[in-house]
Every structure is written in C-alpha cells, then in structure tokens.
T-cell receptor, first 117, second 109 residues
Framework: GAVVSQHPSRVICKSGTSVKIECRSL??????MFWYRQFPKKSLMLMAT?????????EQGVEKDKFLINHASLTLSTLTVTSAHPEDSSFYIC?????????????FGPGTRLTVT | GQNIDQPTEMTATEGAIVQINCTYQ??????LFWYQQHAGEAPTFLSY??LDGLEEKGRFSSFLSRSKGYSYLLLKELQMKDSASYLC??????????WGAGTKLIIKP
C-alpha cells in the first residue's frame, strides 16, 4: 500500500523559534498533499491543501505567514511553523492523494507532535 | 453549514457487535469515509462508500444511505485492539473532506 512518512515524529522547541515538518510519499507521486492539525480529543482540522508546484490553499482562519507550506516536488511537502508559540502545540498530520479529485483515498502520515515551551 | 454528527463515546464488550452511526449535511457528496485512530497516532483508512448499500471488509462493514444522509460502521467480533476513535468523513462538492468529531469506542473484557 501507499506509504507516507513524516519527520520528525516529535519535536520540542522554544517559543519564538521556527520548526519545519516534512511529509514524504515514499512509493507514489502525490499530486495533492493536505496538512491537518488535531487538538486533544478533537477531530482533524484541515489547515491547507497544497498542489505540487503551486501555492497552497489555506483554510479560513489559518495564517499563511505563520504556517508556511512548500510542495516542491511530487513526493515532498513541508510545513514550517514560524515564530512558534505555546498555543501552536498540537499534533500535525499530513496526507497525500494520488491523481484526480475523484480518487477515493488519502494516505496519512504518522503525524508530528509539536510541543512549544 | 456543513455538519457531521456521530456519538462522542460508545462502550461495547469483547466479542460483541457494535454499530457506530454517522449523519451528515454537506454541500454536495462525493463519498463517505471511515477511519480508525488510536490515541497519539494518525488515522488509518477503514472504508469508503459512494453508492448506497453495505460494504463488507472482514470484521468491519460500512453502510450508506445518501437519501437519508446516513452511514454506519459495523464492527463484529470485537477485540480489545478495536478500542480507538472512529472518524466519519464526507467528501463534499469541492472534494474536501469534512470530518466528524469522532466516536471513542471503549471495549471491555
């Protein structure tokens, strides 16, 4: 089956610093990647959708200057949390989709737990 | 607005059967998904329904009624490892996934 990896799996950073999270599709080319955020005991919240080679589309309420997304290739997307604050602490999950919009399934990465101290 | 409703928590006994319901109101419909999520982990795909009816996959089955905006996930022969959250998600007319809040399933011996 399709495999999506995320790195790092856990990261602790100090307030004010920036953190980069990588999402890779290991055995397929992902035309579209999604970034989600999940608070404890809450469902997934879509942050942005990124298509290879174009700017990400951010959901309402998500600051694009704070959460920088780069989808430089068909197998790699990165999320950079800039000037992190404790309220940015969360579980960040990426997913990748192959092909056209009618494709039935997204493949999820294992997630990255970010703790900002 | 768009809305996905599912029970917050359910409890069942090992070896038994449990049905987790999901109702939705979305702008358009392009499929309904069920995912399993263990605490601290990312969701894993369980099932996909786009046409009415029952899809069976081993111990898990998923049912869809588009006219009623309703789906359920049926888990048979429950095992302790089935203790997890089960997320219902609907793909809307823009092909975006709208997520339910998840149902925490507790399995007791």
């Amino acid at each position: 089956g399709a495999v999506v990896s995320q790195h790092p799996s856990r990261v602790i950073c100090k307030s004010g610093t920036s953190v980069k999270i990588e999402c890779r599709s290991l055995d397929f080319q992902a035309t579209t990647m999604f970034w989600y955020r999940q608070f404890p005991k809450k469902s997934l919240m879509l942050m942005a959708t990124s298509n290879e080679g174009s700017k990400a589309t951010y959901e309402q309420g998500v600051e694009k200057d704070k959460f920088l997304i780069n989808h430089a290739s068909l197998t790699l997307s990165t999320l950079t949390v800039t000037s992190a604050h404790p309220e940015d602490s969360s579980f960040y999950i990426c997913s990748a989709k192959v092909g056209l919009a009618g494709s039935s399934e997204q493949y999820f990465g294992p997630g990255t737990r970010l703790t900002v101290t | 607005g768009q809305n996905i409703d599912q029970p917050t928590e359910m409890t069942a006994t090992e070896g038994a059967i449990v049905q987790i319901n999901c109702t939705y109101q979305t702008s358009g419909f392009n499929g309904l998904f069920w995912y399993q999520q263990h605490a601290g982990e990312a969701p894993t795909f369980l099932s996909y329904n786009v046409l009415d009816g029952l899809e069976e996959k081993g111990r898990f089955s998923s049912f869809l009624s588009r006219s009623k905006g309703y789906s359920y996930l049926l888990l048979k022969e429950l095992q302790m490892k089935d203790s997890a959250s089960y997320l219902c998600a609907v793909r809307d007319s823009n092909y975006q996934l709208i997520w339910g809040a998840g149902t925490k399933l507790i399995i007791k011996p």
